[in-house]
């Protein structure tokens, strides 16, 4: 087996294995108001991290080992694994990420120096079509890059695993004696001490997230201002207020009838100018 395939194998598994419980805490750093991805919510998730990922890698290692290989790792071995693991991990991680963050500056300079060329020299390209050229053109090597470092990652996970494989045990019997071996792999010997303790576990969690929570949940911002409404609103009634419309229109008809009684003929406005007569011209003496 290639040692990128084989660190694969046992990277995977040995991730979800671990990651649920890795969420629960975090769940209840952020009850507490501490964030688990920066300063003190994060050194405490990675340091409470570091048991689960012994058992999760010591466990998903030695079923990858014993169902791939046919093999029986000594005991201990997710420590001393791990512990390899995590130091070539310092080493390499980091200068992926310098890597991968070079390959995109670069690419992205490129990208929008062969664009501006292009505009210039040849035609305009539309929106649309620019972003998705720009895209492809800065994430197609970039992609092929951070696939290529995960590879290599992969590499060295699986090269320092063959170091287990070599130093382990041959396994030799029929197809069910390997699947009871599986199987007690992960099925504990003493299942009620197990649900016990599960169950104990589950209890203190719970005890945890509840005594965790603020007391006023939810409450208010601090900025929200609180505002007194001593008059209880009055509560709208279709019916009411069609009889009162009904009323003001009555009285407002009636008005208008007695306003009409009085003057029939209606007055002229006082803007109104009546035709001044014109006076004939006086015969001048002879």
């Given at each position: 087996m290639s040692n990128v395939k084989l660190g694969l194998l046992v990277f995977w598994p040995t991730f979800w294995t671990g990651f649920p419980i890795k969420m629960v805490i975090a769940f209840l750093l952020l009850t507490a108001h501490i964030h688990p991805w920066e300063g003190t919510?994060?050194?405490?998730l990675l340091l409470l991290s570091i048991p689960i990922d012994i058992w999760a890698l010591g466990l998903c290692a030695r079923t990858v080992l014993l169902e791939r290989l046919s093999v029986a790792p000594s005991k201990g071995m997710g420590l001393r694994l791990w512990a390899q693991w995590a130091v070539f991990s310092v080493v390499y991680l980091p200068m992926l990420d310098f890597v991968v963050g070079g390959t995109?500056?670069?690419a992205t300079s490129a990208t929008e120096a062969?664009?501006?060329f292009v505009e210039e020299s040849f035609m305009v390209i539309p929106v649309a079509?620019?972003?998705t050229l720009e895209l492809l053109m800065w994430t197609t090597p970039t992609t092929i890059v951070l696939i290529a470092l995960l590879a290599g990652w992969m590499f060295g996970l699986g090269t320092l695993t063959q170091r287990v494989?070599?130093?382990s045990t041959p396994v030799s019997g029929s197809f069910q004696d390997m699947v009871y071996k599986w199987d007690a792999l992960r099925i504990p010997k003493d299942q009620p001490l197990f649900l016990t303790a599960f169950t104990g576990v589950g209890v203190v969690l719970v005890v945890l997230f509840?005594?965790?929570l603020p007391v006023s949940t939810p409450h208010p911002h601090e900025d929200y201002e609180f505002i007194d409404v001593k008059k209880v609103e009055r509560k709208i009634v279709p019916k009411d207020v069609i009889k009162s419309a009904e009323k003001v229109l009555a009285r407002a008809e009636a008005t208008i009838k007695e306003l009409e009684k009085k003057n029939p003929g209606g007055?002229?406005?006082k803007d109104e100018k009546t035709p001044v007569a014109k006076e004939e011209p006086k015969p001048s003496p002879k």
């Open positions: 919510g994060l050194a405490a995109k500056a670069l062969t664009i501006h079509e620019k972003i494989v070599r130093a509840w005594g965790l007055d002229k406005t």
